[in-house]
């Protein structure tokens, strides 16, 4: 039984690493920053976007309701 000594390759520089490694798939913590820059410098190219401006527009111009400011039972 050899499950556990899966390996597979870093997608950023593409060494060996094997399945129980703390920073797997990645072989180090070095690479897994790399490839999360990649995403976020958009080198990899995202169809739609995660968040509409509008929705967060409309949620912030949500009309407020008025304060019981009036205690009639004074
Ligand atoms: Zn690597």
């Known amino acids: 039984m050899t499950e556990k000594n899966q ?3 870093c997608p950023t520089c593409r060494t ?3 399945a129980g ?3 797997f798939p990645f072989c180090s ?3 897994r920053l790399i490839d999360l820059g990649k995403w976020s410098s958009g ?8 968040l509409d401006p509008d929705v967060l ?3 912030d111009n949500q ?3 008025p ?3 009036e205690d009639t039972s004074h």
Not at 43 to 50: C, G, Q, T, V
């Open 7 to 9: 390996t597979l390759r």
């Open 63 to 65: 009309p407020r309701r």
């Open 29 to 31: 913590d070095r690479c």
């Open 57 to 59: 527009e409309g949620l």
């Open 43 to 50: 080198a990899y190219r995202i169809s739609s976007p995660i």
């Open 67 to 69: 304060d019981d400011d």
């Open 16 to 18: 060996l690493v094997l």
């Open 21 to 23: 490694s703390e920073d």
